[in-house]
Structure formats: structure tokens, C-alpha cells
T-cell receptor, first 115, second 112 residues
């Protein structure tokens, strides 16, 4: 099966600009997660969708971050306006619903650099 | 909330030697513990996982042990090879949440 894909792979923007990251989960996976890894630190949870609903967004750092998953397929994560501390690698992961929800498959990540 | 610590942060071993990475967690309700390997520039890949009803799990050269009482779990890699060089992340999850709490990662270097 095709894996989780993310676009773009890299993004370089200036402080104050807007960036939108996209994640396409594995087909049929209801659960979609966004994580972020900043400057070699741990991978931190941002939020979790079940289909189109936000199940848990406790990890979202502030209201400059907006995630959507209209239609319950792909998801976007918008950062507006971007700040320097938003730089990092943003990972998306997906998992099945039901008994196999534990295994999360990660995308390749989007490396965001805010100048 | 859950807190996961991981040691060491970097580890260098000679090819053929064993490598051990240890993680501790704080929430006794956590019951699923995956290990991910991330090679340079690539996505994190699940390499092995263990659930709280099992004390040890092995898959060829890699094994994971879990001590629920002490709330720690370890990754063991035997007969290391250069391609084992990567950053390894441990994580913990409980029944209530669906998201993982990750450790900070261990950079493993296998020297030829």
C-alpha cells in the first residue's frame, strides 16, 4: 500500500508569512496525527483527527496554527503568521481505526525554515 | 501527563557489538511502547513494539524488554551493522489517548 505522503518536503519562508503543509494519509486510515520535531529535540504531538473531527488538539502551540481535514481524507496544517520558533520538521502519521490503532505510520516530514 | 526520558542521547559502538537504549515513562496507564528508527533525511519507521502484557519481544537482531513495575523499557540491538546507524525514538501511549509521547531520541553510530 502507498505510504503517508507530505508536501512540500521543504519550505523556507520569512517571518510573518503564511505556510500550508499537506498530509495524505494511507488510504482507509481514519486516524491522522500531526507531530513536530524542533532542532533535534523530541517529536512532539500537535493534534489528532479521527476522520474529519479533531479528537485531540492539546499539543497545538497557539492560535497561529490551524489544522483541517475536510472530508476526512488529506489534512492541511497552516501556520499564519509564521515565527522563527516555528522552524522544525513537521511529521504526519496515520493509523487504522479499531483494534489496530496503535501502529502509526509516519510520512517523510516537511522541513520548515522560518527566516 | 506522560513524560518519556531516553538514554543515552548518543551512542557509538563497533560493528558487531551490541547496543542498548533505555527509556523510562511516568504514566503507569501507558500500555503500548513502540520504537522508531529514523535514518538521515527519512521518515521514522516502526521497528518493534511491545504491549504491557508482554515482558519481552524479539525480532531477529532487535529485542525490546519492558519492566512495568519500574516503568522502563529498553531496545537491544545485537550484532550491529553500519546500516543500524540512525536516530532511535521510543514512545509511550495509553488507552485513553491516541497520540504518542516520544523520548528525545538516541543517535546511534555503528563504526566499521
Amino acid at each position: 500500500e502507498a505510504g503517508v505522503t507530505q508536501f512540500p518536503s521543504h519550505s523556507v519562508i520569512e517571518k510573518g508569512q503564511t505556510v500550508t503543509l499537506r498530509c495524505d494519509p494511507i488510504s482507509g486510515h481514519d486516524n491522522l496525527y500531526w507531530y513536530r520535531r524542533v532542532m533535534g529535540k523530541e517529536i512532539k504531538f500537535l493534534l489528532h483527527f479521527v476522520k474529519e473531527s479533531k479528537q485531540d488538539e492539546s499539543g497545538m502551540p497557539n492560535n497561529r496554527f490551524l489544522a483541517e481535514r475536510t472530508g476526512g481524507t488529506y489534512s492541511t496544517l497552516k501556520v499564519q503568521p509564521a515565527e522563527l520558533e516555528d522552524s522544525g520538521v513537521y511529521f504526519c502519521a496515520s493509523s487504522r481505526q479499531g483494534a489496530s490503532t496503535d501502529t502509526q505510520y509516519f510520512g517523510p516530514g516537511t522541513r520548515l525554515t522560518v527566516l | 501527563g506522560e513524560n518519556v526520558e531516553q538514554h543515552p542521547s548518543t551512542l557509538s559502538v563497533q560493528e558487531g557489538d551490541s547496543a542498548v537504549i533505555k527509556c523510562t515513562y511516568s504514566d503507569s496507564a501507558s500500555n503500548y511502547f513502540p520504537w522508531y528508527k529514523q535514518e538521515l533525511g527519512k521518515r521514522p519507521q516502526l521497528i518493534i513494539d511491545i504491549r504491557s502484557n508482554v515482558g519481552e519481544k524479539k525480532d531477529q537482531r532487535i529485542a525490546v524488554t519492558l519492566n512495568k513495575t519500574a516503568k522502563h523499557f529498553s531496545l537491544h540491538i545485537t550484532e550491529t551493522q553500519p546500516e543500524d546507524s540512525a536516530v532511535y525514538f521510543c514512545a509511550a501511549k495509553d488507552n485513553y489517548g491516541q497520540n504518542f509521547v516520544f523520548g528525545p531520541g538516541t543517535r546511534l553510530s555503528v563504526l566499521p
